[in-house]
């Protein structure tokens, strides 16, 4: 159990003095980021759908 505590009292440690925190421009301007690439991935994944789709009704007409 000591080893355990040990364990959680290092970790708290480390994430105060060691770790370096964003500041809150930084944490905004990383979410604007994430959010645009998460747009932009989303339009292009829709649009690959959509083409998929078109194409395949396509042969499925050629067939039927």
Known sequence: MNKVTTYFRESYKELLE???WPTWTQLQQST????VATI???A???VM???AQS???FIYSLIH
């Open 55 to 57: 194409g395949l009704k």
């Open 40 to 42: 932009l991935i989303t």
């Open 49 to 51: 759908d959509i083409a």
């Open 32 to 35: 604007v980021i994430v959010l």
């Open 18 to 20: 060691k770790v370096s």
């Open 44 to 46: 292009i994944v829709w």
